[in-house]
């Protein structure tokens, strides 16, 4: 055993080393508790303190160090951000079929204790049909420009699935509910292989839960997701999976006759498109230098149009 001093989330704070009998290290800090402990039943791996968090607020930032991502995070846009999503209900028996397709671009910000709300440029088109054989058609549908507003509120509650996880936990819970089932929910918190976290939570009802392994992110195809539940006796599917580069990025629930999905399709930050495509564009009109040129510009008495390509 040792003591000496070093810093720990910028104070000086002493330091007590102990050596097991494995010739593994615990390091017990005065000011912080645990700073170091070695990972059961593996030898010299650790588990390691980078952050100390307010357990009675979810808080925005943590006390010391480094801070989980929470709905805070998932849900902080900035001003001038673009992102889409998609949804679409479908019943098999051909009872209901909606569809909607949004694009986003936010115009103004503003916080008001641990809620966000934004002031939106939205692009929408949505189709729906009804006792009918065939299903909702969004992709012929015209997009409708409007101004809407997009809260985010209570983001501090402990009841939300965005805050209930931390790495590598699994989280037994009775906090997701629907009107058919209340089951426990199933999660698991990585990094992807950019350093992006993300938080997949499901629901399960039976033992035949699905972990798939392996990365998740970023999304090369819109039907991954990180977790889900798939219950033999209801044919019973459902994730929902966040990510604190893009918010909330999935959900997916299958049951009975029915089938939701909803998605994030895009996501442009800074002009940088770090996800999918965005639903609204204007193509460029280009031409070559050898078709069209018009000079000088300004020009006062004398305009030079050189048409290299013959055009009207």
Same mark, same amino acid.
């Given at each position: !055993?040792?003591?000496?001093?070093?810093?720990?989330? %910028?104070?000086?704070?002493?330091?007590?080393?102990?050596?097991?009998?494995?010739?593994?290290?615990?390091?017990?800090?005065? @000011?912080?508790?645990?700073?170091?402990?070695?990972?059961?039943? @593996? &030898?010299?791996?650790?588990?390691?303190?980078?952050?100390?968090?307010? &357990?009675? &607020?979810?808080?925005?930032?943590?006390?010391?160090?480094?801070?989980?991502?929470?709905?805070?995070?998932?849900?902080?846009?900035?001003?001038?951000?673009?992102?889409? *999503?998609?949804?679409?209900?479908?019943?098999?028996?051909?009872?209901?079929?909606?569809?909607?397709?949004?694009?986003?671009?936010?115009? &103004?910000?503003?916080?008001?204790?641990? =809620?966000?709300?934004?002031?939106?440029?939205?692009?929408?088109?949505?189709?729906?049909?009804?006792?009918?054989?065939?299903?909702?058609?969004?992709?012929?549908?015209?997009?409708?420009? =409007?101004?809407?507003?997009?809260?985010?509120?209570?983001?501090?509650?402990?009841?939300?699935?965005?805050?209930?996880?931390?790495?590598? !936990?699994?989280?037994?819970?009775?906090?997701?509910?629907?009107?058919?089932?209340? %089951?426990?929910?199933?999660?698991?918190?990585?990094?992807?292989?950019?350093?992006?976290?993300?938080?997949?939570?499901?629901?399960?009802?039976?033992? +035949?839960?699905?972990?798939?392994?392996?990365?998740?992110?970023?999304?090369? +195809?819109?039907?991954?997701?990180?977790?889900?539940?798939?219950?033999?006796?209801?044919?019973?599917?459902?994730?929902?999976?966040?990510?604190?580069?893009?918010?909330?990025?999935?959900?997916?629930?299958?049951?009975?006759?029915?089938?939701?999905?909803?998605?994030? @399709?895009?996501?442009?930050? +800074?002009?940088?498109?770090?996800?999918?495509?965005?639903?609204?564009?204007?193509? *460029?009109?280009?031409?070559?230098?050898?078709?069209?040129?018009?000079?000088?510009?300004?020009?006062?008495?004398?305009?030079?149009?050189?048409?290299?390509?013959?055009?009207?």
């Amino acid at each position: !055993m040792a003591i000496g001093t070093r810093t720990i989330f %910028g104070t000086n704070d002493s330091i007590k080393t102990i050596v097991t009998t494995g010739a593994d290290t615990i390091e017990l800090s005065k @000011s912080f508790g645990i700073l170091r402990f070695p990972l059961f039943n @593996s &030898s010299h791996r650790y588990y390691k303190l980078l952050g100390i968090e307010a &357990s009675a &607020s979810y808080d925005s930032t943590a006390l010391y160090g480094y801070k989980v991502p929470n709905a805070w995070d998932f849900y902080n846009y900035q001003v001038g951000d673009i992102f889409c *999503e998609s949804y679409a209900d479908q019943s098999q028996y051909y009872m209901r079929s909606t569809c909607s397709e949004t694009q986003y671009g936010i115009l &103004s910000k503003s916080i008001s204790g641990t =809620s966000i709300t934004y002031t939106v440029d939205t692009y929408g088109k949505s189709d729906q049909v009804y006792n009918s054989m065939n299903s909702a058609q969004c992709y012929s549908k015209p997009f409708i420009n =409007s101004t809407s507003v997009l809260s985010y509120t209570a983001l501090n509650s402990k009841l939300r699935l965005e805050n209930l996880l931390y790495p590598n !936990m699994v989280i037994f819970g009775n906090a997701f509910y629907d009107f058919l089932f209340s %089951g426990v929910n199933l999660g698991s918190f990585k990094k992807d292989n950019s350093g992006a976290f993300y938080k997949a939570v499901g629901l399960t009802l039976g033992s +035949n839960t699905i972990f798939p392994q392996g990365d998740y992110l970023p999304f090369v +195809n819109t039907n991954t997701v990180g977790l889900y539940l798939h219950d033999l006796q209801y044919q019973e599917y459902r994730s929902i999976l966040f990510s604190n580069k893009l918010g909330k990025v999935s959900s997916y629930h299958d049951y009975f006759e029915y089938s939701m999905r909803f998605e994030k @399709s895009c996501f442009t930050r +800074n002009n940088v498109n770090l996800y999918g495509n965005p639903y609204v564009g204007i193509a *460029e009109n280009y031409f070559s230098f050898n078709e069209l040129l018009v000079y000088p510009n300004p020009f006062h008495e004398h305009l030079t149009i050189r048409n290299g390509a013959g055009m009207n």
